[in-house]
């Protein structure tokens, strides 16, 4: 497994999406979190096929912190089923790679 993943999840409203970026750089779980949006998101759910506005979250984060970061998402997000989907990194910048180590390190 790569020693680095970026997370992403969904949601439905700007202030949820900042809300839970925030909330998991404070608790140390991600080094950085972007949110993006408005976007279109088309899906099915309960047999039905939506189309709905969203905002992504997009963190930074090593392996290590990965199932904290999933369980504080879980924890904080108020869908029944978030999206929470990681990348590995394979490959970046050495200085901003150790920067988000030192950021996720456990005080």
């Not at 189309?51 to 930074?60: L, M, S």
């Not at 998402?73 to 929470?84: G, L, S, V």
């Amino acid at each position: 497994m790569a020693e680095y993943v970026t997370v992403l999840t969904t949601t439905d409203d700007a202030g949820k999406a900042s809300a839970l970026a925030a909330g998991a750089v404070e608790a140390r779980v991600a080094a950085c979190a972007q949110v993006e949006g408005p976007i279109t998101s088309v899906y099915r759910w309960e047999g039905a096929v939506r189309t709905d506005q969203e905002w992504r979250v997009v963190y930074k984060t090593t392996a290590e912190r990965y199932p904290e970061l999933e369980a504080h998402i879980r924890t904080h997000h108020d869908y029944d089923t978030p999206e929470i989907i990681a990348t590995p990194v394979t490959g970046g910048s050495d200085a901003y790679l150790s920067w988000v180590s030192a950021e996720t390190t456990r005080d």
